[in-house]
């Protein structure tokens, strides 16, 4: 079974900075775009961003971009999604994902690895 560990969420107030941090196995780092979800209170899960398996394209939901930045060291098998300027609206659980394709990131049911979560909360 494929573990992906993530790290970093905590509470912060509006504005404020977190970083998530995600390592893989080497084996499907090496090979699998990387990317992370989020599910909000009452919400279904929601693609945040995703990076292709050599760093060449990243994807980012509307209203994160210019806020969070993804980033990947495939020398440590680790991704990391720093979020500045945090939101109340960014609360939720965010969950580290792995795939062959970047592109499957748009369905979430065919999203091949999935980690267990960490919290954020953005008090107002």
């Known amino acids: 079974q494929v573990q992906l560990v993530e790290s970093g969420g905590g509470f912060v107030q509006t504005g404020g900075s977190l970083r998530l941090s995600c390592t893989a196995p080497?084996?499907?780092?090496?090979?699998?775009?990387m990317g992370w979800f989020r599910q909000s209170p009452g919400k279904g899960r929601e693609f945040v961003a995703g990076i292709s398996w050599n760093g060449d394209a990243t994807n980012y939901e509307y209203s994160v971009r210019g806020r969070f930045t993804l980033s990947r060291d495939n020398a440590n098998a680790t991704v990391y999604l720093q979020m500045n300027n945090l939101e109340p609206e960014d609360t939720g659980v965010y969950y580290c994902v792995a795939d062959p394709q970047l592109g499957n990131f748009l369905f979430p049911n065919n999203v091949a690895y999935w980690g267990k979560g960490t919290l954020v909360t953005v008090s107002s």
């Open positions: 080497e084996r499907i780092f090496r090979i699998d775009a």
